[in-house]
């Protein structure tokens, strides 16, 4: 079966778990720019898992009950002018033949089309309160069908959040996704050795960030997955850094977490390495800390583990060297209990990655009662995949040691959780290690 027609016939199965109705979905609509000219499309995540159709201007139906299962596709007709201006169009009877459906409409069809489906369904599913012109939509096919009334026609009486069901769906990657999230991590292991290898004091960020879409385009990679991070210096200890227009300084530090979208799958990855190609003993300090919190981590992140297992490894590590290099004072349970560690690292060690950069699925287990924190932290199962990413990063301050001022430093690698006690890294091509960045640096290889 077409792998996008597995998907969604899953997703029907679900819905007749919960009494069967009728699913809508849109992808995403293009946006403006400016006068006369567009952002680049990219459709909507859920739709392009379900349907793997890349056009705007459409949506996705699937019905399901006891008495039936179909998937129909609605999108935008041949037309010889526009593609002519815009580019080839599948058609609908192309789309359907070529992406698995039942049967497939031109996109002007969907409101009566939808109409006819809802009736005598018990519910509908979609993306709940997701924008107003769905909202609109939807009111038109409901009232379309209790027109009907009189003539013994039934309206659903139930709305299921769509949205939800298919977060939970996507958060464990069957192997065809896995594949291509191999592939998109190699590209941008590529493109952070290019970076090291290209950066020398004197030149500029955005002269690197040119140095990594380079590389992206040209593996074959359709777009960076999310605004590159280029910052030296200081700049490194801004969490969302995204200027990259500041000339690059002998003896500081250079922190980049870029990564690249390869056929609609995210990857990110985060090193931070010496302008000059050497470290600095302050540098390297904070540096060894990073990368052993880093692998307790990594190390932590094993099938059965909570989300937060990496998380609170990689923080025992990273308060026990800020304490040890005059950071924060100990001991390190009352350090961790106070939270001191969190003035030098103030965000989570991972998130869920896939088709988007943070990926969906709750966090929380959705099939355990809550206690007192509320629901417990979920746990990992082999085809998850989230990031590995703890740093430190020192703001300049009277209170804090000279030599350390300014110095801001991530390690991010993508994990797959497997199923034989341990996990997958597939951006280790990206060196890491100090030595290896060094001699990247100074050899070239």
Known sequence: MHVHASRRARLAAAMRERGGGVAVLFTAPEVARNRDTSYPYRWDSHFYWLTGFPEPEAAVVVVADDAREESILFCRAKNEEREIWDGWRHGPEAARERFGFDRAFAIDELDAQVAQLLADRPSIWHPMASTQELDARLRGWLDAVRAQARAGVTAPDQAVDLLHVLDEMRLVKDAHELDIMRRAARISARAHRRAMR????????????????????????????????????????????????????????????????????????????????????????????????????????????????????????????????????????????????????????????????????????????????????????????????????????????????????????????????????????????????????????
């Open 198 to 445: 290209s950066t020398q004091p004197g030149r500029h960020e955005y002269e690197i960030e040119a140095e990594l879409l380079h590389e992206f385009r040209s593996g074959g990679s359709q777009f960076p997955a999310y605004s590159s991070i280029v910052a030296g210096g200081a700049n490194a200890c801004v969490l969302h850094y995204v200027a990259n227009d500041a000339p690059l300084a002998d003896g500081d530090l250079l922190l980049i977490d870029a990564g690249c979208e390869l056929d609609g799958y995210a990857s990110d990855i985060t090193r931070s390495f010496p302008v000059n190609g050497r470290f600095s003993g302050p540098q390297r300090t904070l540096y060894e800390i990073v990368l052993a919190a880093q692998q307790a981590a990594i190390e932590a992140t094993v099938a059965g583990a909570r989300f937060t297992d990496p998380h609170d490894a990689a923080v025992r590590v990273l308060a026990q060297g800020m304490i040890d290099c005059g950071l924060i004072a100990g001991p390190l349970d009352a350090a961790i209990e106070s939270g001191a560690y969190r003035r030098f690292y103030m965000h989570r060690t991972g998130h869920w990655l896939g088709m988007d950069v943070h990926d969906v699925g709750d966090y929380r287990e959705p099939g355990e009662p809550a206690g007192e924190h509320g629901k417990p932290w979920r746990v990992l199962r082999p085809g998850m995949v989230l990031t590995v990413e703890p740093g430190i990063y020192v703001r300049a301050a009277d209170d804090v040691p000279a030599e350390f001022h300014d110095i801001g430093i991530r390690i991010e690698d993508d994990a797959v959780v497997t199923a034989d006690g341990r996990c997958e890294i597939i951006t280790g091509d990206a060196p890491k290690a100090i030595d290896e960045i060094e001699a990247l640096m100074r050899d070239g290889s």
